[in-house]
Nanobody, 112 residues
Framework: QVQLVESGGGLVQTGGSLRLSCAAS????????VAWFRQAPGKEREFVAH????????TYADSVKGRFTISRDNTKNTLYLQMNSLQPEDTGVYYC?????WGQGTQVTVSS
């Protein structure tokens, strides 16, 4: 199993930025695609962004395209999500997932 720990969440004003990190242990990121999901209160988790193992292919939900950037550093076994131009609808708990494992999430709150 992979242990995943998200960090970097917090409270930010509309239009602000946050950079989330997901640190993995127990297994290298190399050779694995990883993704970010988020969950707003009372809603199901929704896909946010995905990056393949090489970092050459990325996919984004329409709601975050042009604002969020997913990246990874395989030497550090760390996944990142740079979030710019944040909006209140971006509020939620953000999770990273890899190999069927999920982190515990980090809270992102965007004030209106």
């Amino acid at each position: 199993q992979v242990q995943l720990v998200e960090s970097g969440g917090g409270l930010v004003q509309t239009g602000g930025s946050l950079r989330l990190s997901c640190a993995a242990s127990g297994r290298s990121f190399t050779g694995s695609g990883v993704a970010w999901f988020r969950q707003a209160p009372g809603k199901e988790r929704e896909f946010v962004a995905h990056i393949n193992w090489s970092g050459e292919r990325t996919t984004y939900a329409d709601s975050v395209k042009g604002r969020f950037t997913i990246s990874r550093d395989n030497t550090k076994n760390t996944l990142y999500l740079q979030m710019n131009s944040l909006q209140p609808e971006d509020t939620g708990v953000y999770y990273c997932t890899l190999g069927g494992s999920w982190g515990q999430g980090t809270q992102v709150t965007v004030s209106s």
